[in-house]
């Protein structure tokens, strides 16, 4: 185990090479094509495969949206990758991404071994390691580090990525709370954050758009036929047959796929979206548009704060907010926002709530996000359309218990969240205190490691963080600031990345712990509250590649190791000798004398120690309720594998036929058994049969025809004024404007604010980056798939053609972009008339840095290179679309 990996130097087949050598290691039939006269040859060969082959559901980890699929398998090697026909949310359906998830297991890039860095960081030298080595290289540090930091819990740093957070994070969870550290980080802030608190904070929930029932959809932004193409996607278009949506807006700033299937297409400035919301508020109030009967009612039964609203919008600072006003900001013309607003209204009336203002996921644009989407959810449930058929909906779950493990004590001396604890006055007022901020947690670590390192005098709320974990999450792509990113990890003591490949982030890291592909392993079973609610079972397909293991082994591994010292740590640091009347020995270690059950030695501590009043005041320390010793055992979140919490849940929440149908087809519902037992599934192929009519219809429908909960189930019962459209809490709350450095403050209504409103100086040929999703590239690991490559291998930057013209560029020109503070990447050019001449756009997903990636490395354009650390200076996420940038042609 002691050769060296250069991972910067390491001769990778380049290109199409590499892609070739993927598909020889893949060895799909699929992508054979023999001889014409050996095509019968081939059938049969394939038919006896089939037959033979093993057919086991799992869940897509390619995107964070877990469609359900079945991984054919011969032999102990994947084959093909299918959609599961009674998984809910994907309806017997996937997208390129998952079809491309057979190039992530076998690819010749893949780490499966435990790797340690021999190197700089960022420099890619690592030596192989066996596991234990690797685990205790890791427990080491960390008990040194808790030591130092005297108990302080919160100096480690634990991350999860999108894609494993949505079934594995509980594992990880598991680990987290044992080891008690208040910094966990998630992409919330770099996601999904302003649009998930302005809902949740007006209607207590995130919600979800129940398309299917849509009548109205006025979409502002949500590139949903590029950005995720699943079937409620595909829902979003459906106008044929009589059912689906009336009529579908759509407002952005790009001529998009979306634009092109939407019934209205409105262009619209960028970051501007919220004065267009609060100008639409302002004609429905104005007009008396949420005074109709059906909506009069609901507003009567169900919203808060209408009185408050009215006042604002007619009296108050809102008054100002019309059209006219909104027109000069947004460039959309008055009499459009007035006739969207009619539009939108009627629909609403008409079909009783059945219209949806849509908000995107992925929502952290521009510095006035969370404003903009708190005016995006008044004007929702201002015309009636929250928690109804066709609406918004809440979501409503089925009996579940999670994986996460509760016992965990809470520990004294972890500090809270340092994104959190160093906020400085009256910045980012509504920080979420959970969830926290990757910008804010970056910037702060990066500070305060800073000074503690040059052995300056940290502040009482500061403290070093120094070490970072990170399971499939790599914050060098996806959050903005590359470099600072790097710095930050520059500054601690030790870094894990727990991944299939040598990401940006894991060339940064000591440690690298070879991940499973979600094909090679079983995941927590996980209940989903969406409109047809259900609980997925990933099961594993085939055994891991190499040395690689699942994250359950890692985490349990790894308590192991610690838990012991960790609880001794803690005892040494809450020990108060004039309690108890005693001193502890010098180099006392509680670690010794613990039982695997986490139970004091008390024979073992008497040989050791003679003083029997010591004896007794440690025993009695050990067991005060403050600090219950035997709740400090890590390892028992882990006694349960993940295949015995899955199988024991299933079958005492629901009994052992409908455990045994989830395992057998990866996917429980209430009523599934009549659909297993219909006669339209085979169940070796986990598939619908051949001779089944109409499967795509069927795919649609299977839920609603064999489910036995009730038609109306999704909507959630509820009594009283439960939305809120006045946050009286957030009035005179203070933050700093970060394009004037002055304070501002926020009202209990939205508001549009100018001074936070940065517009490119186009005569000087700057232009605005906005970044978005693309069908075949969402995540970061994805820039090296030869699959996906195959159909998109760059990721071109969008210019307005007149632009390109005035600078002499062409399609695939290399330019030049330099941001305001002096960030420079090189990029290839697509001159188009779909984009704004304010504007430029970049794909994100392209353009890693790490050479380990060998088909990704340097390949487009990165999104984290580019874009300025710019934050909403009121939630604290990631506004990733207010960089500018002079582009010059090279
Ligand atoms: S949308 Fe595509 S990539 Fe995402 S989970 Fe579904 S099939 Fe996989």
């Given at each position: 185990?002691?050769?060296?990996?250069?991972?910067?130097?390491?001769?990778f087949?380049?290109?199409?090479a590499?892609?070739?050598?993927?598909?020889?290691?893949?060895?799909?039939?699929?992508?054979?094509?023999?001889?014409?006269?050996e095509?019968?040859n081939e059938?049969?060969?394939?038919?006896?495969?089939?037959?033979?082959?093993k057919f086991?559901?799992n869940?897509?980890?390619?995107c964070?949206?877990?469609?359900?699929?079945?991984v054919?398998?011969?032999d102990?090697?994947?084959?093909k990758i299918?959609?599961?026909p009674?998984?809910?949310?994907?309806r017997n359906f996937?997208?390129a991404?998952?079809?491309?998830?057979?190039a992530?297991?076998y690819?010749p890039?893949?780490?499966?071994?435990?790797?340690?860095?021999?190197?700089?960081?960022?420099?890619?030298k690592?030596r192989?390691a066996?596991?234990?080595?690797?685990?205790d290289?890791i427990?080491?540090?960390?008990?040194?580090?808790?030591?130092e930091?005297?108990?302080?819990r919160?100096?480690?740093?634990?991350?999860?990525?999108?894609?494993?957070?949505?079934?594995?994070?509980?594992?990880?969870?598991?680990?987290?709370?044992?080891?008690?550290?208040?910094?966990?980080i998630?992409?919330?802030?770099?996601?999904?954050?302003?649009?998930f608190?302005?809902?949740?904070?007006?209607f207590?929930?995130w919600?979800?758009?129940?398309?299917?029932n849509?009548?109205y959809?006025?979409?502002?932004g949500a590139?949903?036929?590029?950005?995720?193409?699943?079937?409620?996607t595909?829902d979003?278009?459906?106008?044929?047959?009589?059912r689906?949506?009336?009529?579908i807006?759509?407002?952005?700033?790009?001529?998009?796929n979306?634009?092109?299937?939407?019934?209205?297409?409105?262009?619209i400035?960028?970051?501007?979206?919220?004065?267009?919301?609060?100008?639409?508020?302002?004609?429905?109030?104005?007009?008396?548009?949420?005074?109709?009967?059906?909506?009069?009612?609901?507003?009567?039964?169900?919203?808060?704060?209408i009185?408050?609203?009215?006042?604002?919008?007619t009296?108050g600072?809102?008054?100002?907010?019309?059209?006219e006003?909104a027109?000069?900001?947004?460039e959309?013309?008055?009499?459009?926002?007035?006739r969207l607003?009619?539009?939108?209204?009627?629909?609403?009336e008409?079909?009783?709530?059945?219209?949806?203002?849509y908000?995107?996921r992925?929502?952290?644009?521009?510095?006035?996000?969370?404003?903009f989407?708190?005016?995006?959810?008044?004007f929702n449930a201002i015309?009636?359309?929250v928690?109804?058929?066709g609406?918004i909906?809440?979501?409503r779950?089925?009996k579940?218990?999670?994986?996460?493990?509760?016992?965990?004590?809470?520990?004294?001396?972890?500090?809270?969240?340092?994104?959190?604890?160093c906020?400085?006055?009256?910045t980012?007022?509504?920080a979420?205190?959970?969830?926290g901020?990757?910008?804010?947690i970056?910037?702060?670590?990066l500070?305060?490691?800073?000074?503690?390192?040059?052995?300056?005098?940290?502040a009482?709320?500061e403290y070093?963080?120094r070490?970072?974990?990170?399971?499939?999450?790599?914050?060098?792509?996806?959050?903005?600031?590359?470099?600072?990113?790097?710095?930050?990890?520059?500054?601690?003591?030790?870094?894990?990345v727990i991944?299939?490949?040598?990401?940006?982030?894991?060339?940064?890291?000591d440690v690298?712990l070879?991940?499973?592909?979600y094909?090679?392993?079983?995941s927590?079973?996980k209940?989903?509250?969406?409109?047809?609610?259900?609980?997925?079972?990933?099961?594993k397909a085939?055994?891991p590649r190499?040395?690689a293991?699942?994250?359950?082994?890692?985490c349990?591994e790894?308590a192991?190791?610690?838990e012991?010292?960790?609880?001794?740590?803690?005892?040494?640091?809450t020990?108060?000798?004039?309690?108890?009347g005693?001193?502890?020995?010098?180099?006392?270690?509680?670690?010794?004398?613990?039982?695997?059950?986490?139970?004091?030695d008390e024979?073992?501590?008497?040989?050791?120690?003679?003083?029997?009043k010591?004896?007794?005041?440690?025993?009695?320390?050990?067991?005060?309720?403050?600090?219950?010793?035997?709740t400090?055992?890590?390892?028992?979140?882990?006694?349960?594998?993940?295949?015995?919490?899955?199988?024991?849940?299933?079958?005492?929440?629901?009994g052992?036929e409908?455990a045994?149908?989830?395992?057998?087809?990866?996917?429980?519902?209430?009523?599934i058994?009549?659909a297993?037992?219909?006669?339209?599934?085979?169940?070796?192929?986990k598939?619908?049969?051949?001779?089944?009519p109409d499967?795509?219809?069927l795919?649609?429908?299977?839920?609603?025809?064999?489910?036995?909960?009730?038609?109306?189930?999704?909507?959630?019962?509820?009594?009283?004024?439960?939305?809120?459209?006045?946050?009286?809490?957030?009035e005179?709350k203070?933050?700093?404007?970060?394009?004037?450095g002055k304070?501002?403050?926020?009202?209990?209504?939205p508001?549009?604010?100018?001074s936070?409103?940065?517009?490119?100086?186009?005569?000087?040929?700057?232009?605005?980056?906005?970044?978005?999703?693309?069908?075949?590239?969402?995540?970061?690991?994805?820039p090296?798939?030869y699959l996906?490559?195959?159909l998109?291998?760059y990721?071109?930057?969008?210019?307005?053609d007149?632009?390109?013209?005035?600078l002499?560029?062409?399609?695939?020109?290399e330019?030049?972009?330099?941001?305001e503070?002096?960030?420079k990447?090189?990029a290839?050019v697509?001159p188009t008339?779909?984009?704004?001449?304010?504007?430029a756009?970049?794909?994100?997903?392209?353009g890693?840095?790490?050479?380990?990636?060998?088909?990704?490395y340097?390949?487009?354009?990165?999104?984290?290179?580019i874009?300025e650390?710019?934050i909403?200076p009121i939630i604290?996420?990631?506004?990733?679309?207010?960089?500018?940038?002079k582009?010059?042609?090279?």
């Amino acid at each position: 185990m002691s050769e060296i990996v250069d991972l910067k130097r390491r001769s990778f087949l380049k290109g199409s090479a590499a892609a070739a050598a993927g598909a020889a290691v893949v060895s799909t039939s699929a992508f054979a094509f023999g001889p014409y006269e050996e095509a019968a040859n081939e059938k049969e060969k394939k038919e006896k495969e089939i037959k033979n082959a093993k057919f086991t559901p799992n869940v897509c980890g390619m995107c964070v949206n877990m469609c359900g699929v079945i991984v054919r398998s011969v032999d102990g090697k994947v084959k093909k990758i299918d959609p599961n026909p009674l998984y809910p949310k994907s309806r017997n359906f996937m997208c390129a991404r998952g079809n491309a998830g057979i190039a992530e297991e076998y690819d010749p890039d893949r780490i499966t071994t435990p790797l340690i860095r021999v190197g700089k960081r960022g420099e890619g030298k690592f030596r192989k390691a066996s596991w234990d080595e690797a685990f205790d290289y890791i427990a080491k540090k960390m008990v040194k580090i808790l030591d130092e930091e005297k108990d302080n819990r919160s100096t480690f740093l634990f991350g999860v990525g999108a894609t494993s957070g949505t079934v594995d994070e509980p594992v990880v969870m598991n680990l987290v709370n044992g080891i008690g550290t208040a910094n966990f980080i998630d992409h919330f802030s770099t996601c999904f954050a302003p649009s998930f608190m302005a809902n949740a904070l007006t209607f207590g929930s995130w919600g979800q758009a129940d398309f299917r029932n849509t009548k109205y959809l006025l979409n502002l932004g949500a590139n949903r036929a590029e950005g995720i193409v699943t079937p409620d996607t595909m829902d979003m278009f459906k106008r044929t047959h009589k059912r689906g949506i009336e009529k579908i807006v759509y407002i952005d700033v790009r001529y998009t796929n979306t634009a092109a299937q939407a019934d209205e297409f409105i262009p619209i400035k960028p970051g501007t979206d919220g004065a267009l919301m609060l100008a639409m508020i302002h004609e429905t109030i104005n007009k008396g548009y949420h005074k109709t009967p059906y909506k009069a009612d609901y507003i009567a039964k169900y919203v808060d704060g209408i009185e408050e609203l009215e006042e604002f919008f007619t009296k108050g600072e809102g008054a100002k907010y019309t059209p006219e006003w909104a027109e000069k900001i947004t460039e959309i013309p008055a009499s459009t926002i007035r006739r969207l607003t009619k539009e939108f209204s009627d629909a609403a009336e008409k079909y009783k709530g059945a219209a949806n203002c849509y908000r995107s996921r992925k929502s952290t644009w521009y510095y006035q996000d969370f404003e903009f989407r708190r005016a995006q959810a008044i004007f929702n449930a201002i015309h009636g359309c929250v928690n109804r058929p066709g609406g918004i909906i809440l979501g409503r779950g089925l009996k579940f218990e999670s994986y996460e493990y509760e016992d965990f004590p809470v520990y004294d001396n972890p500090k809270p969240r340092i994104d959190i604890a160093c906020l400085k006055p009256n910045t980012y007022p509504l920080a979420n205190p959970q969830k926290g901020s990757w910008p804010i947690i970056r910037d702060t670590i990066l500070e305060v490691n800073t000074k503690w390192r040059k052995g300056e005098k940290l502040a009482d709320n500061e403290y070093p963080v120094r070490a970072a974990f990170h399971y499939k999450q790599n914050p060098l792509q996806s959050v903005p600031d590359y470099e600072k990113t790097a710095k930050m990890y520059e500054t601690m003591d030790l870094v894990v990345v727990i991944d299939i490949q040598a990401t940006d982030t894991a060339l940064y890291a000591d440690v690298i712990l070879p991940d499973t592909v979600y094909v090679e392993r079983e995941s927590p079973i996980k209940m989903f509250n969406t409109i047809e609610p259900y609980i997925t079972w990933r099961s594993k397909a085939v055994e891991p590649r190499g040395y690689a293991q699942d994250v359950y082994f890692m985490c349990k591994e790894l308590a192991k190791r610690i838990e012991k010292p960790f609880a001794a740590i803690t005892f040494k640091y809450t020990w108060d000798a004039d309690d108890l009347g005693a001193e502890l020995p010098k180099d006392f270690d509680l670690a010794k004398y613990l039982t695997d059950d986490f139970e004091v030695d008390e024979e073992k501590l008497k040989a050791d120690i003679k003083d029997e009043k010591l004896v007794k005041a440690i025993l009695q320390h050990a067991s005060e309720d403050d600090l219950d010793i035997g709740t400090y055992k890590i390892t028992a979140a882990f006694e349960k594998t993940v295949e015995e919490y899955n199988e024991e849940t299933m079958k005492e929440l629901y009994g052992e036929e409908a455990a045994k149908i989830a395992k057998e087809w990866g996917v429980y519902w209430p009523g599934i058994e009549n659909a297993v037992k219909s006669d339209l599934l085979d169940e070796h192929l986990k598939a619908f049969k051949k001779e089944t009519p109409d499967k795509n219809e069927l795919a649609e429908t299977i839920y609603q025809k064999f489910t036995t909960l009730p038609k109306d189930y999704y909507i959630v019962p509820k009594k009283g004024k439960y939305i809120k459209l006045a946050q009286k809490t957030f009035e005179g709350k203070k933050f700093t404007n970060p394009i004037t450095g002055k304070l501002e403050t926020m009202h209990r209504f939205p508001l549009w604010r100018d001074s936070l409103y940065k517009a490119p100086n186009t005569e000087e040929g700057e232009v605005r980056v906005v970044v978005g999703r693309h069908a075949y590239f969402t995540q970061s690991f994805h820039p090296n798939n030869y699959l996906l490559l195959d159909l998109m291998n760059y990721n071109y930057l969008w210019i307005n053609d007149e632009l390109a013209k005035k600078l002499g560029l062409r399609f695939k020109d290399e330019v030049e972009l330099t941001s305001e503070q002096g960030k420079k990447v090189i990029a290839k050019v697509y001159p188009t008339k779909r984009i704004r001449k304010d504007t430029a756009f970049i794909a994100t997903g392209f353009g890693a840095q790490s050479p380990m990636m060998t088909l990704g490395y340097k390949n487009g354009i990165s999104q984290a290179m580019i874009c300025e650390n710019t934050i909403d200076p009121i939630i604290g996420s990631a506004s990733m679309n207010e960089t500018l940038v002079k582009i010059r042609k090279v």
